[in-house]
């Protein structure tokens, strides 16, 4: 019974995601398993011009969003290098806050994650511009309405927040006693700060730094009010998906998973080798204390397969099936590709001489089920963008 | 090399709570000197004042008779050995012995010089490069006090290192704390609840409850001669007998309690007279089976209600006639074996022995 | 002032240095990044909406109309009320609540297995599988759900490829997929105070509760809930203060009919331009959450730091 809920709940979770990624391989213009076309890695790499003319970028082609994503790294290592510094000045400073002052300060820290997202970043803007106009021509002006620095404000003030509550976690497991320590054998206040605090708090700095890039990367709401004229990558990315989807967009999305996937597994096999280190060193110091042999016995754990094993072999089996079903039913390479596009531009040039006679049918073509919202369909970007990624249908 | 630690008048305060009260102390240069006291009676407050992280509310502490106030830790030529020792986790043990140096911008090789020399000091040759969580508990607590010896102080101020020991690791650790104070001639300042640590490594105790002085002294002084009741039963174990004074002859007293008179040396400070309430003590090792022989001037009458065998002793726990209880320890070399539960003996024990107090609170133990 | 605000001396308890890098990030993040910008959309807010030139001259005063267009509509309109934004505001309010419950109840019973009935590697293995779907991105987690859900998307072709239907569902249309994508959205900031706050559960009261003869569902009305009361308040805030400020799954799933209320707010501030409309609506929403917050640790008895951790 719970099995099979568990089972539906990561269905609902993963579901999707896989159908995306699946989507990514199949060569139709729109992201779909049924009717398969052809497996092909063209959206990975340079898209396709479609059987209409527009071209339809990949991944690769798509200067847009390597735009995007160059400017989403700019704002994410400036407000790296911002709130990591406030979030630890905040949380150590929650240390030394009378009692009586220490809700309010909390308070007034964790307010910006409670804002919604796109109210901090229409005050950043609002305010900026208002200085952009006080300060004249100059300098102040420029930064005042460059949307790089602005998202980069915007972010840091809630993604300092995050930084502030990882420090604050670590910092109730320091011993102040430590502190004192240093002091008592001659150290100065700032000695103490940087040779005691710091390589304490290193770890939360690492994972703050982390977190806030990561935050900082995936912001939308915030972001996409702060950017002004420019991009990022996940304006460019809404912008596309407003505009209609693509199999490029899932892609992405499957790069974005594997990269994540990687990051996940790396991070988790370093923990457990820094743990492992850590219980030999123990174990290695219980031997030399105690040379009994019960305590001994204990430490000798037994090989056991791990269970991903398993899950592993599972994939492996269904990919290779999935693999030659597709040589099977030659639904791979360029032949195939040139066979389904030749059928849809005839197919094509159907459609519009129906069109052409029926201008009503036009109009319902366009909108739709992936035009999207027809209210300010054109909000998010040049209508350049429309011919690179026209809705198909 | 050591210094004099004196306190005068000190009192510090946590708004009206009094941790330290009027306390005055002069630890002679050089001195192992205990405070000794129950939990929550100042003597971490005290020693946190002669190191410099806490201001005295009233009066001063001087070092080497240098006024301390407004000199922080970092700048005091004190070393303080913390409860939980606090070394630093990340640190190699040679990184934590020589951290002071470090912060005062010794070089490299004269830092390592000095932490293999200390490392020999504590019988840890060579264990430098180990981390700190490698070490045993015993081990940690000899770099502790290497790390607080490599700052040179004048002054060695210790909280408690023992506690988180085992019984037999303490008990080694009291003797080669005692070995290293002479070797590196320094004072000592030594906090602890446990009467047994103090006794045995101190030159000088002071015992402390609710923030005040009870009493200072040399060790068997404060344990022959304890000038408080409170004294008299925190440092070892003593019998209460309550009565009232019915005469004084010399320096001894007679005290009349519902069990019978027994005579008691008296306290040349505290000057009793006839009719006040006040306690007699009597140690467990004091009371002892007469035989024939014997000399002695206090005889008392016990019904035997259980005994336990401790090794080289066994104690006794029996009660008098008005239900007062009362315990007292043999010899495991005296055969006692036609003692048994029940039995009603007669016990003796001299006046030499015994202290007579005014009436006032025990330590509750 | 030093002693006013702080345990110890402020500059001499960290050193000259370290205490100025403290004092300035902190007035830097309080004051120009929290604070000000907020105050200047409140004062904006209030004004009437004007070029950057015009600012200061006589065009520019102190008004109501902002907050009046939100509950009344334009001057011009004929209807009593501005039914079109109050709609927006009140679906934005109501689905949200719906989402947080429906978070509440689909997560619950995978929190409690996880904290307490599986084993720890499986606990662990589950966390971890928890985890990965949430680094993706928002927008790229909706636009899964929306190649499910298009008209001629995945699901459709299925069902029409095997013939149960003729023709393809409106899932966009009808807002499923934006109903769907909201509760997949935060789930996670569901999971993790609720999992937190079973996990610090002695088992041995579930037992002991068992042992006096509750039922399973009473043990869990009477001891567990209680118990993760404090996870279910932080939970339940987070997802419904991240739901009413959603603009990232609405922008992707939400049918072209219908708006959701950062979009509204997008909307005057980006596409008609009017700032001051905008940030009024802005200040509206705020309020609505600030009220939310209030009334969860009022009517739930909880800290404002137990909401967040």
Sequence with gaps: MMGIYIFIFFAYLFGPLIIMSITAFNSAEFPSITPWECFSFRWFNEGKIAYDGQHLAGLLSDWRLHDGIISSLIIGAGVVTLSVPIGMAAAIVLTQVRSQLRDIYYSISIMPVLFPGVIIGISTVVLWDRIAGLGGEGFISDIGRNGIFLTILAQTCFISTYCFLIFVARLQRFDQTQEEAALDLGASQTQVFFKILVPYLSPAIASAAVIAFLFSFENYNTTVFSILSDQTLTTVIASKVRLGISPALSALALTIIALTIIAAVTYEVLRRRAEKRYAESQEKFVKEKAADNRINKKYKAGFKIPKGITAILLIVVFATYGATQIVKNDLYGQSCIDAADKEKKSKFLEQLQTLESNELTDEELSGGSLGGNQDYGDIFGDPSLFQDFGGFD | MSADVELSDVSVTFGSFYAAKNVNVKVNGGEFFSFLGPSGCGKTTLLRAISGFQEPSEGKVLIDNKDMSGIGPNKRPTALIFQNLALFPLMSVSENIAFSLEVRGVSKEERKKRADELLELIALEGQGEKKVHQLSGGQKQRVAIARALAVEPKVLLLDEPLSALDLKLRQRMRTELREIQKRVNITFIYITHDQGEALTMSDRIAVMNEGELEQIGKCDEVYNNPLTPFVATFVGENNPLYGKVTGIEGDKAQIETADGQYLAMMNDSKKLNIGDESIAFVRPESLFIPRDGDSFDNKIDVNIESFEFEGNLKNFYARLQSGAKIKFSVPNAIDTSSISSGSSIALGFDSSKSVILPKASLAID | ?309
Excluded at chain 3, 90 to 97: A, C, E, L, N, P
């Design chain 3, 1 to 309: 002032m030093k002693n006013f605000l702080f345990t110890q001396p402020f500059f001499k308890k960290n050193g000259k240095a370290v205490a100025i890098y403290f004092l300035v990030a902190i007035i830097f993040w309080f004051v120009f990044l929290v604070i000000i910008p907020q105050f200047y959309m409140l004062d904006l807010s209030f004004r009437t909406n004007v070029p950057p030139l015009a600012r200061g001259g006589p065009e520019d005063y102190y008004t109501f109309e902002h907050y009046s267009h939100f509950i009344f509509g334009s001057k011009t309109a004929t209807d009593a009320f501005n039914f079109v934004d109050l709609g927006v505001f009140g679906r934005t309010i109501f689905v949200s609540m719906l989402v947080t419950i429906a978070n509440l109840l689909f997560c619950y019973p995978i929190a409690f297995y996880i904290a307490k009935i599986a084993n720890p590697s499986t606990a662990r293995l589950l966390i971890v599988s928890l985890i990965i779907p949430f680094w993706i991105n928002e927008l790229l987690r909706s636009f899964a759900l929306r190649i499910l859900f298009a008209n001629e998307g995945v699901i459709n072709n299925f069902l029409t490829g095997i013939g149960i239907l003729d023709q393809g569902i409106l899932f966009i249309t009808y807002d499923i997929g934006l109903y769907t994508g909201l509760i997949y959205a935060y789930i996670l900031l569901m999971m993790f105070p609720l999992y937190n706050a079973i996990e610090s559960l002695d088992i041995n009261q579930i037992e002991a509760a068992k042992d006096l003869g509750s039922s399973s569902f009473r043990t869990h009305w009477r001891i567990v809930i209680p118990h993760a009361k404090p996870g279910i308040v932080s939970g339940c805030t987070m997802v419904f203060m991240l739901t009413v400020g959603a603009l990232a799954t609405p922008v992707v799933l939400s049918s072209p009919n219908t708006l959701w209320f950062p979009q509204l707010i997008y909307q005057w501030f980006n596409m008609n331009d009017n700032w001051s409309r905008g940030s009024a609506y802005s200040i509206i929403l705020l309020i609505v959450s600030v009220i939310f917050v209030l009334t969860m640790m009022r009517i739930f008895k909880v800290r404002i730091g137990e909401i967040i951790k």
